[in-house]
């Protein structure tokens, strides 16, 4: 039934809680009276929910314009036999600490977005690599047989018929990516970027619990709201694909 569907619930939880969180500050000051300052005040959390998203929408975007052509590429005739270095590679990506990345980064660019866009978007290529090539090789042959029976070119039949049989694959991994992301963005503020990771940073460095239970809870419920949003995309695909 309509009413059970967990999206909208958790959707207006969410906003509520970031438009309403400075009506939240007496029971910050209730739960932690021993804290000089238990409410985050140096900026809006509105403001920080945008930042964070645009950091997140960018990165996720930079990671599925080269993670879908590479997936798509190891599976064509002329990229099969790079497919274990393209998977090795995007591998390590995700193995190296986004911490790591930055610091190696920020000498060279500096403080700011740019080495935040680069460790986010590396760290987002695996699931959608690996999603890309399932989805593709998950295509029934009979579909692809079918397809060649009509006449169509190795690009039409990748237009036409792979790709939107392999979507609600692809778009699964794109989902873990953006999730993925969403949690690792809030790192990025340790680089002077604003995220919803700068109370969460600045209550890990001055011991105050208050802001980092602020910024977790947005974080968290931002991720919720996300993963549920791709869960009805990925629905909505699937039911498509069986028409």
Do not use: C
């Amino acid at each position: 039934m309509r009413w059970r569907d967990p999206l909208p619930w958790i959707t207006a939880l969410f906003i509520a809680l970031v438009f309403g969180m400075p009506a939240l500050k007496p029971l910050f000051a209730a739960a932690f009276p021993t804290l000089e300052r238990p409410f985050y005040q140096g900026a809006s959390f509105a403001a920080l929910v945008g930042a964070h998203l645009e950091l997140v929408f960018f990165s996720s975007a930079a990671a599925v314009l080269i993670a879908v052509p590479a997936g798509i590429f190891v599976t064509r005739r002329a990229g099969e036999e790079f497919r274990g270095m393209v998977e090795t590679l995007v591998a390590i990506g995700q193995t190296f600490p986004p911490v790591a990345v930055l610091a190696l980064a920020v000498p060279v660019m500096g403080f700011g977005t740019w080495p935040a866009l680069i460790a986010l978007t590396i760290y987002g290529l695996l699931p959608i690599v690996e999603n890309t090539v399932a989805g593709l090789q998950a295509v029934p042959p009979a579909s692809l047989e079918a397809g060649r029976g009509l006449g169509m070119t190795g690009g039409q039949l990748l237009r036409r018929v792979e790709l939107p049989l392999a979507a609600p694959v692809i778009v699964s991994g794109i989902r873990t990516s953006v999730i993925i992301n969403v949690g690792t963005a809030a790192v990025a503020s340790t680089v002077g970027v604003r995220t919803l990771g700068v109370p969460i940073i600045l209550g890990l460095i001055g011991s105050n619990i208050a802001y980092v239970l602020q910024g977790s809870v947005v974080v968290g419920l931002l991720a919720v709201v996300l993963d549920l949003g791709f869960e009805r995309l990925t629905g909505v695909l699937q039911r498509w694909r069986t028409v």
